[in-house]
């Protein structure tokens, strides 16, 4: 294999990657060869692929190859290999949401967002572990096995789509995809020191989509850097006629806005988010990082968001209410899982979904079971959705004052695995900085800002007002144009600490 495949795969840089493939310096078959064997090597103790479609991938990577000799036209991401979260349908290959009750089955068609990135030229290498139906937020309840942070792998990932960031991080993909509902891009793209995007409710076809709490989940991209996120958003965000949720709105050039730089823009900090629980170390990066968008000519000004405190409730009863209503359609009789030698139907319906639903789904089914009995839908679910209402109200109030809003993405860094588990409260609680954005529907992103003194990652979160995906790019590109944060890298995993 060649060095300069090598160089581009330790790099990991979407562009790059793309620009070398089109321009004939490296084939794309190449350049999938190398991903998958950095996978053979690693992955084994990562955890962070449940699927490795490697046939598929070097199919794929040499009708690539052929379309370049052909004098085809090949889209912007042109043999540039990503992961996908085991949440997205993709046709003729097993889609099991990290389920034991969805195990065996295979999509007879694809996302709109898994579609978009293979007409783009990108190259599928298999389906990322997550937490079981994307409920968790350190990807150890998957029924496949907890994946494993790259920068220390006795540590959690964050989740749920803890695969997707971990495999981005420990470069077994250029790219991958993730879903959002309550931070399931944004908190494991902190804890694993990479950057991830939840964009505007709607802005990402959610079709093909196995669903958690439909009025929140967000599809959404991970990069090494603020750039390549901002190439797999390009390629994934527009309108979806099959998406009633769906948005009519141009698509910004979301590339280009990562050069757009912030003279002119006010950011707001929100004291709220800077509470008690909040660990000093995290305090002080994500401080340093607002300093220096502030050198970079950006306003730093104070912003209120007085709901702040109810967000997690709030989410965690609209969220458990939509997960019950969504996750009673896996009953053993339609697809998936179906339990054996019942005498009835009630018997059926309880052996298949004790059987193939693992302990979080089964928390949540309850509480959202229990949240929308009649007697207790207004006084549980109606009274969430009106403080939803009043937190959306808190970020418009506060963007009429700034055009950006910066936090931390997460209280904490990455902790050990099953130092929490036990503990759901805990876990989430560590939801406490991303589930209001997505309350309000907004776009948000988290990208590296430090490093703790244990050699962990840290992320700060950029919230923008609604379809603002353009501002957040430029923030981001900003902040990332003066740091070297982005550039370091697992030494474990690269040999070396810096990645440039």
């Known amino acids: 294999m060649s060095s300069r495949v090598e160089s581009l795969v330790a790099s990991g840089h979407v562009a790059e990657i793309a620009t070398a493939v089109r321009g004939g310096q490296v084939r794309a078959r190449e350049v999938v060869e190398c991903y998958l064997d950095r996978i053979a090597k690693h992955d084994g103790t990562l955890g962070c692929y449940l699927r490795v479609d490697a046939d598929g991938a070097r199919r794929r990577g040499d009708g690539v190859d052929a379309a370049l000799a052909s004098g ?4 912007p991401l042109a043999g540039v290999p990503i992961g996908i979260k085991d949440i997205f349908c993709t046709e003729g290959i097993e889609t099991t949401c990290a389920s034991k009750i969805l195990k065996g089955f295979i999509p007879p068609y694809e996302s709109t967002v898994t579609a978009r990135l293979s007409a783009a030229g990108a190259i599928g290498l298999g389906k990322l572990n997550m937490d079981e139906f994307a409920m968790g937020s350190s990807n150890e309840n998957s029924a496949f096995g907890p994946v494993r942070n790259p920068w220390d792998p006795a540590r959690v990932p964050g989740g749920s789509s803890g ?36 964009a505007t409710y709607g802005r990402v076809s959610r079709w093909g989509v196995i669903a958690f709490a439909s009025s929140l989940d967000h599809p959404g991209p991970f990069g090494r850097t603020i750039r390549d996120a901002a190439w797999m958003l390009s390629a994934i965000a527009g309108y979806d006629p099959n998406d009633s949720t769906s948005i009519a709105a141009p698509v910004g050039n979301y590339v280009q806005a990562c050069a ?43 912003v209120s968001l007085p709901h702040t405190r109810y967000a997690v409730a709030a989410y965690y009863l609209i969220s458990t209410a939509e997960a019950a209503s969504n996750l009673a359609r896996y009953d053993g009789i339609r697809y998936g899982h179906r339990a054996t030698n019942v005498g009835s139907l009630e018997e059926l319906y309880a052996r298949t979904r004790g059987e193939g639903f693992g302990s979080e789904p089964k928390r949540r089914i309850m509480l959202g079971t229990y949240v929308l009995r009649s007697g207790y839908y207004d006084a549980y679910y109606g009274k969430a959705q009106r403080v939803r209402r009043l937190i959306t109200n808190d970020f418009q109030a506060a963007f009429a004052d700034c055009d950006v809003i910066a936090t931390p993405t997460s209280p904490i860094s ?11 409260l805990a876990l ?7 589930v209001g954005p997505s309350l309000a529907g907004l776009p948000a992103l988290s990208q590296p800002c430090g490093f703790s003194s244990a050699g962990l990652p840290i992320g700060w979160q950029l919230i923008a007002p609604p379809l603002g995906e353009e501002t957040l790019f430029r923030v981001g590109g900003a902040y990332e144009a003066a740091t070297s944060w982005h550039q370091r890298r697992p030494r474990a995993l690269f040999g070396t600490e810096v990645v440039a």
């Open 72 to 75: 085809a036209t090949v889209g």
């Open 163 to 198: 695969g997707s960031a971990a495999a981005v991080a420990a470069g077994l993909c250029a790219a991958s995809l993730g879903t959002d509902t309550g931070g399931s891009i944004r908190q494991p793209a902190a804890l694993c020191g990479v950057t991830g995007v939840k």
């Open 260 to 302: 757009g730089g912030v003279s002119g823009l006010r950011v707001g900090v929100p004291e709220e988010y800077f509470s008690v629980g909040l660990e000093p170390e995290i305090e002080s990066a994500v401080r340093a990082a607002v300093e220096t968008i502030r050198q970079a000519g950006a306003t730093v000004v104070p």
């Open 428 to 434: 989430y609680l560590a939801d406490v900085y991303t």
């Open 414 to 424: 990455a902790f050990k695995i099953g130092e929490k588990i036990s503990d759901p």
